[in-house]
């Protein structure tokens, strides 16, 4: 990949974010959660902002992962998580990431019992 491409696609990403919140679900604020209709077009183009959403998603799992002194990622892949995220995003496409990601997080702390 160029890595001019690459310095473009990621200032693009950037710009093209918003700050979201979520107190109905008594959550805070999360910044520049892309939301489940980007993730889905992103993806499908495997393009550099596709990247980008997933390094966003990796960083906000493995956030609330350290917050809450659990270890619920171990042992699962990236691609594992990518295809929840597809699903729960064709599913919820007025949705963003962080949405996705609290629910994947609450899933997978459930199936693993959150050992530290």
Excluded: F
Excluded at 1 to 12: D, E, I, Q
Excluded at 13 to 18: F, Q, R
Excluded at 22 to 41: D, H, L, N, T, Y
């Amino acid at each position: 990949m160029n890595p001019r491409s690459l310095v473009s696609g990621c200032l693009l990403l950037a710009a093209s974010m918003v700050a979201v919140s979520s107190p109905s679900e008594g959550g805070a604020e999360a910044r520049q959660a892309p939301s489940c209709g980007e993730w889905i077009v992103h993806r499908e183009k495997s393009d550099t902002l596709s990247l980008g959403n997933a390094s966003w998603l990796l960083g906000y799992l493995s956030g609330l992962a350290v917050s809450g002194g659990k270890d619920y990622l171990s042992g699962t892949d990236n691609a594992s998580i990518y295809r929840w995220m597809d699903n729960y995003c064709r599913t919820n496409p007025l949705r963003d990431l962080s949405s996705g990601g609290s629910a994947l997080a609450a899933e997978l702390a459930r199936k693993k019992g959150t050992p530290k």
